[in-house]
């Protein structure tokens, strides 16, 4: 049997679409709309009254409503290798061809840029650019191997050229408005992670679709009202049914941690696990960077050291040290590991986190080859056969 979903959640996900519908409404009304990357400090942009939308988000949504295919062959139509991110070429394909889901994104007066994680989006960002003659603000942050004061300063001192770069677009932030801005975001930070602290709970409270899907608050809207407000809805529930002493399935037997994006078009694989008693307790995707408290007495010094520990910019010593010190927590039986042919920079740790699960922690993995919106290169056999291969392993590891 499937995990029982949270109606919150569900509420989250109709409340991601009404933001694409809103931004349209809002730009007509003369609002500003920028585009943005995950992990840039839209917090900023929320002070200055400007609506941020993700196109990364809108391709992930483009995977769920099964019309990523036809925007990523678009894009290859047009000249764009299949070697690309997906979630590149399926915007691209939108861009191109105007097409997707919820009418497309609003048309964006900025474009916000934080270079913290892969390569393909600075010439990304570049082409939108040019294409859209919308101007473009990058944020440059360093790779992390040890933290140093000098990253710090480097990153601040880019928060504070955006501030200014948006002072010359027309729109001014107040230190006021950034300090309650940042009031929020930490908000919803502190609600965040008490939902994710929760699922340590036994029976684990929370599936993974409702992670992957509530996630999105944290990840778009920190720094907005809507998140906290629907973030406290989500919290009750869980923390409902943990007085209940509720669990997601109904019967748990194995915990399990899951790796990278997901395959947004199909997380059949998700239900498979479930159907055989294992219950995604914490994901990589969902627990790690998106929800570090902040100081609004200091929003700067808040915004720089939130988004400079983005995860894929830090080295395979301090991901892999907090992904056992999660393993541990949450006292995982097994992990699903997703090597995404889309995003190499969170798939280059794969075997290397395989082989620190199973040396240090004697938990067993499942790893499988895909990409989170190209449904060509999924194979619900290949993965079958490796869930099967983990439960198992998991159930051999129980009978120890």
């Not at 988000?57 to 769920?64: D, F, I, L, N």
């Not at 928060?159 to 027309?170: P, S």
Request: charged fraction near 30%; proline fraction near 4%.
């Amino acid at each position: 049997m499937r995990a029982s979903r949270l109606a919150s959640a569900r509420e989250i996900s109709y409340a991601i679409g009404a933001r694409v519908l809103a931004a349209k409404l809002y730009r007509e009304q003369g609002g500003k709309v920028a585009w943005v990357t995950a992990l840039s400090p839209v917090e900023v942009l929320y002070a200055a009254g400007i609506m941020p939308l993700y196109p990364e988000q809108y391709s992930a949504a483009c995977g769920a409503f099964k019309t990523s295919l036809k925007l990523v062959e678009k894009a290859e139509e047009a000249g764009y290798s299949q070697d690309l991110c997906s979630y590149f070429r399926c915007h691209i394909g939108h861009v191109l061809s105007g097409e997707g889901p919820l009418g497309g994104l609003a048309k964006p007066d900025i474009l916000l840029l934080s270079g913290n994680l892969c390569l393909t989006r600075v010439k990304w960002w570049e082409i939108l650019s040019e294409k859209l003659k919308a101007p473009l603000f990058h944020l440059d942050i360093p790779f992390v191997a040890e933290e140093d004061s000098w990253h710090l300063e480097y990153v601040r001192w880019q928060i504070e050229e955006l501030m200014e770069f948006l002072a010359e677009a027309g729109v001014e932030v107040t230190l006021d408005s950034l300090k309650r801005s940042v009031e929020l975001s930490d908000e919803a930070s502190k609600l965040w992670n008490e939902v994710m602290d929760l699922r340590k709970v036994r029976p684990c409270p929370m599936g993974a679709r409702d992670a992957f899907t509530s996630m999105f608050l944290i990840v778009t809207c920190p720094g907005h009202p809507v998140a906290v407000v629907l973030l406290k809805r989500l919290l009750k529930e869980v923390r409902e049914r943990v007085a209940d002493g509720r669990g997601a399935l109904e019967e748990e037997k194995f915990r399990v941690m899951l790796d990278n994006i997901p395959t947004w078009y199909d997380l059949w694989f998700v239900d498979y696990l479930e159907e055989r008693g294992a219950i995604s307790v914490a994901e990589t995707y969902t627990y790690s960077v998106w929800s570090p408290r902040l100081d609004f007495s200091k929003p700067l010094e808040s915004l720089a050291r939130k988004y400079l520990y983005a995860g894929l910019n830090e080295s395979f010593e301090r991901r892999i040290k907090a992904a056992l010190e999660v393993a541990k927590e949450f006292e995982v039986d097994g992990a699903v590991i997703h090597v995404n042919r889309s995003c190499k920079p969170y798939s280059s740790w794969a075997y290397e986190l395989k082989n620190a699960l199973r040396d240090e922690l004697e938990i067993p993995s499942a790893v499988f080859e895909a990409d989170m919106t190209d449904p060509r290169v999924f194979s619900r056999e290949q993965v079958r056969t490796r869930l099967d291969a983990l439960i198992e392993a998991m159930s051999e590891r129980a009978r120890r």
